[in-house]
């Protein structure tokens, strides 16, 4: 038997009573499970497998298939289904966690991120751009897309006025450097670039711990989903729907 701590990302109905959870893990990354007669379980095990729900997983390997043998919830984030906005966004989340992170590797620090990202969106104690942006631009750098932040690609100038950040290179270069190569760089402003590195860079204990203006917040969304897409290499469902609300 192995025993994990994990969330549910998603549900998959299979026949009349039994589903499918993906759940995202602490050191074996995205798993798989079959829950039995998940429509009949009542009390704490069936709220320890919904949408969502951060338990103790205890389970065990036949052939080639995982089964689940029996879980118990730490936490059931239900307080984001008081908002569409956020449990659309969580679902974004959680499309684009089960988009690239395989199975069998640590992501300990994508579990903090995911789950402490969630009690701040659930307690609406942040900006939602400002949570979805920290969590696009922590992930990417969490998953080995980091941008480097550290100066100008060109000079190494480290604090520019003006500034243009290559999302193919992963990059930027200061307003005296940048020779208009690269149609995908955006143009920033000290602040905007001050806003990325602390992203990045910041103890995990600090990381939600700035606010930005509305304009800077804004122009920090655009640019942390166009960096995860073009990385990604994909589009979300999930994400057009949060656009849509």
């Not at 990325?196 to 910041?202: G, M, P, S």
Request: with cysteine; charged share 25%; aromatic share 12%.
């Amino acid at each position: 038997m192995t025993t994990v701590e994990g969330i549910v990302l998603k549900e998959r109905i299979f026949g009349e009573q039994d589903k499918f959870i993906d759940i995202l893990t602490r050191d074996r990354g995205v798993i798989e499970l079959p829950v039995k007669c998940a429509r009949k379980i009542n009390g704490k095990s069936s709220s320890a497998t919904q949408l969502f729900a951060y338990s103790h997983f205890c389970y065990e390997q036949r052939k080639n298939r995982l089964w689940l043998n029996s879980v118990e919830p730490i936490h059931i984030f239900y307080e984001l289904r008081s908002s569409l906005s956020a449990i659309s966004l969580a679902s974004y989340f959680s499309e684009v966690v089960r988009s690239c992170v395989p199975e069998m590797t640590n992501s300990e620090n994508i579990l903090r991120l995911f789950l402490n990202t969630l009690h701040f969106l659930g307690k609406n104690q942040h900006d939602e751009k400002l949570l979805k942006s920290i969590f696009e631009l922590r992930l990417m750098s969490e998953i080995g897309f980091m941008p480097d932040v550290l100066g100008c690609h060109e000079c190494g100038g480290f604090e520019p006025d003006e500034l243009y950040f290559s999302i193919k290179e992963g990059c930027f270069y200061c307003a005296e450097c940048y020779d208009n190569h690269d149609e995908s760089a955006f143009k920033m402003n000290l602040s905007a670039l001050s806003a990325v590195r602390h992203i990045v860079l910041a103890d995990f204990n600090k990381l939600y711990n700035f606010r930005l203006s509305e304009n800077l917040l804004k122009q920090l969304s655009v640019f942390t989903e166009s960096y995860l897409i073009s990385h990604l290499e994909r589009n979300f469902n999930t994400l057009n729907f949060y656009k849509s609300l």
